[in-house]
């Protein structure tokens, strides 16, 4: 069985940056696309951005683009998401997990971790 690790979560003011990892505990390989996603409290689990491992091509939802960047080391198996300008709308579980194919629903991904708790005060 997979197991990853989201870390780098905090709590922050509006306005501050933070880097989340995401490591699996099997091999990345250029066929999959890796995501982020986010889910706040009495909310389903929405799409953030992903990044397709082979071409580094990436995806952004519209509330993050221009703010959130995602980028991966292949050498360390690991993704990460810089998250600039931070609001308390971006206060959520963040959680990675994997796809064979680019989707932005979160039944299509696995090899979810346990989550990083982001926590932005205004």
């Known amino acids: 069985q997979v197991e990853t690790v989201e870390s780098g979560g905090g709590l922050v003011q509006a306005g501050d940056s933070l880097t989340l990892s995401c490591t699996p505990s099997s091999r990345i390989f250029s066929s999959h696309i890796m995501g982020w996603f986010r889910q706040a409290p009495g909310k389903g689990r929405e799409f953030v951005a992903a990044i397709r491992w082979g071409a580094r091509t990436t995806y952004y939802s519209d509330s993050v683009k221009g703010r959130f960047t995602v980028s991966k080391d292949g050498a360390k198996n690991t993704m990460y998401l810089q998250m600039d300008s931070l609001n308390a709308e971006d206060t959520a579980t963040y959680y990675c997990?994997?796809?064979?194919?680019?989707?932005?629903?979160?039944?299509?991904?696995?090899?979810w971790g346990q989550g990083t708790q982001v926590t932005v005060s205004s």
């Open positions: 997990g994997r796809t064979n194919s680019y989707s932005r629903q979160p039944e299509d991904y696995r090899d």
